[in-house]
């Protein structure tokens, strides 16, 4: 993954195409069923989304059926010496959270701007079309 980033390739896509490359390279010796490898990508997958916790993430992440599994290989990542900021220790406590202090937890995130948890920034439509749709129309209603 490190070495496709390197070459540019952002981070998801690396991760995907190094997935693509490992299990290609382990069904040459094995024979590993689909029923298998979709879900082994999809917990790899969930690796770079667990980071982003802002807004609704947190809890759509929390409610994705693989979560569980996810979960758990962070924790494996981590107790193999990976360092990962406290993130496992965060999802475990935003696990064991009511809804409030859920939403403390995403708050504490936003305050501390570290960008953890957050996404790209989204461009905002400009109002021009919607100001000539209402213009066209009102226009339209005095003929």
Not at 17 to 45: G, N, S, V, Y
Not at 108 to 116: H, N
């Amino acid at each position: 993954m490190l070495r496709l980033q390197d070459r540019g390739m952002p981070p998801i896509p690396a991760m995907q195409e190094a997935a693509h490359e490992l299990i290609a390279e382990q069904c040459q010796r094995i024979a590993i069923p689909k029923r298998f490898t979709m879900p082994i990508r999809e917990i790899w997958d969930m690796q770079e989304r667990l980071p982003r916790r802002s807004g609704k993430r947190a809890d759509l992440l929390l409610d994705n059926p693989r979560f569980r599994a996810g979960y758990d290989f962070l924790l494996l990542r981590e107790s193999a010496g990976e360092q990962t900021d406290g993130l496992g220790e965060w999802w475990t406590d935003y696990q064991d959270a009511n809804d409030s202090e859920r939403r403390d937890m995403i708050r504490d995130l936003a305050g501390k701007g570290d960008g953890v948890g957050e996404g790209p920034k989204k461009r905002r439509r400009s109002g021009t079309k919607r100001k000539r749709s209402a213009a066209d129309a009102s226009g339209a209603a005095g003929d």
